[in-house]
């Protein structure tokens, strides 16, 4: 029997086991972090396994796809990841475990008998039973065979549900289940059981569509003499509309949310937030949410993506995040989408940043916000700002640039002073000339105040808009 690893003090070990059949879902990356904050609260121990012992589904891209995901989440395993497929020989000494013990049997059933099994179950009400339940194995024979468990056919089995409560099922419904199929290969019930015993798994945190195997898995675990893992089984995530989260409901894999521009501690926020929370609190630290969670606490009900609140979580988390890191994440978007950028973007985007990400909810968004500083000159002008450019309105924005081209000091406070005296010495408000000097600034982009896109673009780069927006106009 393979060691079981030391766990941690308190002893909590949990598991994220993905099957690399695809790309990994929003409600399994979920899954995972619900695992890695119980392991973090009680001071424990977090695992991944990878379960691919569907061979002709699992692919290398799909595990790659799995572990990006997760390490743009940041949860990371505290162990080397395991590969289900890698223990087959385990699984199958399990089985030969359960044969000598009377609790698993070998059925030669055939492909029609077993339809007739099936039928004769359903009309009586009962899980299907092989004639080879009690009879003893043809001897030397080449036929093919299943390994089927040998359940009890009277009684209960209660799943003692962290989140559900206890939750009973009769055993006369629970199939006799098969271990190990007709070419050697050990089934996902017996497998999962297998593994999660010799991981010294503690407690295993799940989706509800995992429910019904809990009982027959249970049944396995004490077949075996291993202690059956507390159990959790959390509810899925629906769609914004009740329904359960599809394609039409718009992204649902992880990579998706990063290209769509949200940061990673807003996802581990948001997703602990769906079907799990701490009173009010919207916005918390990962510090926080491992002291305050407790996997007791996730609600029955199955929770709702919603747009709107992870937008505004996101948002929240743009405004906090490291300017430098912000504008990396700017220009990966830019190059992404093919939009050209200035040799000194990152200088650019270093002024702007700060000025305008109050306003953005993405990183799409926040690129948005910093177009206008990285637009190359001359910066084509709109129709709306050449209309506005009268020979008044060209001759006071003359006069503007002179008095800004003498200015000693670029900072914010000392630009919206210059803006503000410039009016009042002209005897006039800033919609005489605010207009006109903004459309110079932005090309017809989005842009913050005037004295923000001013000190976003630097002095140079602001005189240069203007001579150029002026001698176009003239």
């Given at each position: 029997?393979?060691?079981?690893?030391?766990?941690?003090?308190?002893?909590?070990?949990?598991?994220?086991?993905?099957?690399?059949?695809?790309?990994?879902?929003?409600?399994?990356?979920?899954?995972?972090?619900?695992?890695?904050?119980?392991?973090?609260?009680?001071?424990?121990?977090?695992?991944?396994?990878?379960?691919?012992?569907?061979?002709?589904?699992?692919?290398?891209?799909?595990?790659?796809?799995?572990?990006?995901?997760?390490?743009?989440?940041?949860?990371?395993?505290?162990?080397?990841?395991?590969?289900?497929?890698?223990?087959?020989?385990?699984?199958?000494?399990?089985?030969?475990?359960?044969?000598?013990?009377?609790?698993?049997?070998?059925?030669?059933?055939?492909?029609?008998?077993?339809?007739?099994?099936?039928?004769?179950?359903?009309?009586?009400?009962?899980?299907?039973?092989?004639?080879?339940?009690?009879?003893?194995?043809?001897?030397?024979?080449?036929?093919?065979?299943?390994?089927?468990?040998?359940?009890?056919?009277?009684?209960?089995?209660?799943?003692?549900?962290?989140?559900?409560?206890?939750?009973?099922?009769?055993?006369r419904e629970l199939d006799d289940l098969v271990l190990l199929r007709s070419d050697g290969a050990p089934t996902y019930n017996l497998a999962v059981v297998v593994d999660d015993h010799d991981m010294g798994v503690t407690h295993v945190i799940r989706g509800d569509d995992h429910l019904n195997n809990a009982a027959r898995q249970t049944l396995i675990y004490q077949a075996l003499g291993f202690e059956v893992p507390a159990f959790a089984h959390i509810p899925l995530i629906h769609g914004p509309d009740g329904a359960k989260l599809s394609k039409r409901h718009g992204a649902q894999a992880v990579g998706d949310f990063a290209d769509m521009g949200y940061l990673p501690e807003a996802m581990r926020n948001y997703l602990a937030r769906l079907g799990w929370g701490h009173g009010d609190d919207e916005v918390f630290s990962d510090a926080q949410a491992i002291e305050w969670f407790d996997v007791a606490d996730v609600v029955r009900a199955p929770a709702r993506l919603d747009w709107d609140k992870l937008n505004f979580i996101n948002g929240q988390y743009i405004r906090a995040a490291d300017d430098a890191r912000l504008a990396g994440l700017v220009l990966g978007d830019l190059r992404r989408q093919d939009r050209p950028v200035p040799t000194d973007a990152e200088a650019r985007l270093a002024r702007t940043i700060p000025l305008v990400k109050e306003g953005a909810k993405t990183i799409p968004a926040l690129a948005d916000l910093t177009d206008f500083a990285l637009k190359a000159r001359p910066v084509p002008l709109s129709d709306k700002t050449v209309g506005l450019l009268t020979e008044e309105t060209r001759a006071r924005l003359g006069r503007l640039r002179q008095r800004l081209a003498s200015a000693g000091d670029w900072s914010l406070p000392a630009l919206e002073a210059q803006l503000r005296e410039f009016a009042e010495a002209e005897g006039v408000g800033l919609g005489k000339f605010g207009p006109a000097l903004r459309g110079v600034l932005s090309g017809g982009a989005t842009a913050p105040d005037l004295a923000s896109a001013l000190a976003a673009l630097g002095q140079d780069e602001s005189l240069g808009r203007l001579d150029d927006a002026l001698s176009q106009a003239a």
């Amino acid at each position: 029997m393979s060691e079981r690893p030391t766990s941690s003090p308190k002893g909590v070990v949990t598991r994220f086991a993905p099957s690399p059949t695809g790309y990994l879902h929003i409600g399994g990356a979920r899954t995972a972090l619900f695992n890695w904050l119980y392991a973090r609260h009680c001071g424990g121990t977090f695992l991944i396994r990878v379960e691919d012992t569907d061979r002709e589904r699992s692919t290398e891209a799909a595990v790659k796809a799995i572990f990006d995901g997760l390490d743009w989440l940041g949860l990371k395993s505290d162990a080397e990841p395991v590969f289900q497929f890698s223990r087959a020989d385990r699984h199958r000494e399990a089985v030969q475990q359960l044969l000598q013990a009377g609790r698993a049997y070998r059925c030669y059933m055939t492909v029609e008998e077993l339809e007739v099994e099936r039928e004769k179950a359903r009309a009586e009400g009962r899980a299907i039973r092989s004639v080879w339940r009690d009879r003893e194995p043809v001897a030397d024979s080449n036929e093919p065979y299943v390994v089927r468990f040998k359940g009890p056919l009277e009684g209960e089995t209660v799943v003692d549900d962290l989140v559900k409560g206890p939750v009973r099922f009769q055993n006369r419904e629970l199939d006799d289940l098969v271990l190990l199929r007709s070419d050697g290969a050990p089934t996902y019930n017996l497998a999962v059981v297998v593994d999660d015993h010799d991981m010294g798994v503690t407690h295993v945190i799940r989706g509800d569509d995992h429910l019904n195997n809990a009982a027959r898995q249970t049944l396995i675990y004490q077949a075996l003499g291993f202690e059956v893992p507390a159990f959790a089984h959390i509810p899925l995530i629906h769609g914004p509309d009740g329904a359960k989260l599809s394609k039409r409901h718009g992204a649902q894999a992880v990579g998706d949310f990063a290209d769509m521009g949200y940061l990673p501690e807003a996802m581990r926020n948001y997703l602990a937030r769906l079907g799990w929370g701490h009173g009010d609190d919207e916005v918390f630290s990962d510090a926080q949410a491992i002291e305050w969670f407790d996997v007791a606490d996730v609600v029955r009900a199955p929770a709702r993506l919603d747009w709107d609140k992870l937008n505004f979580i996101n948002g929240q988390y743009i405004r906090a995040a490291d300017d430098a890191r912000l504008a990396g994440l700017v220009l990966g978007d830019l190059r992404r989408q093919d939009r050209p950028v200035p040799t000194d973007a990152e200088a650019r985007l270093a002024r702007t940043i700060p000025l305008v990400k109050e306003g953005a909810k993405t990183i799409p968004a926040l690129a948005d916000l910093t177009d206008f500083a990285l637009k190359a000159r001359p910066v084509p002008l709109s129709d709306k700002t050449v209309g506005l450019l009268t020979e008044e309105t060209r001759a006071r924005l003359g006069r503007l640039r002179q008095r800004l081209a003498s200015a000693g000091d670029w900072s914010l406070p000392a630009l919206e002073a210059q803006l503000r005296e410039f009016a009042e010495a002209e005897g006039v408000g800033l919609g005489k000339f605010g207009p006109a000097l903004r459309g110079v600034l932005s090309g017809g982009a989005t842009a913050p105040d005037l004295a923000s896109a001013l000190a976003a673009l630097g002095q140079d780069e602001s005189l240069g808009r203007l001579d150029d927006a002026l001698s176009q106009a003239a």
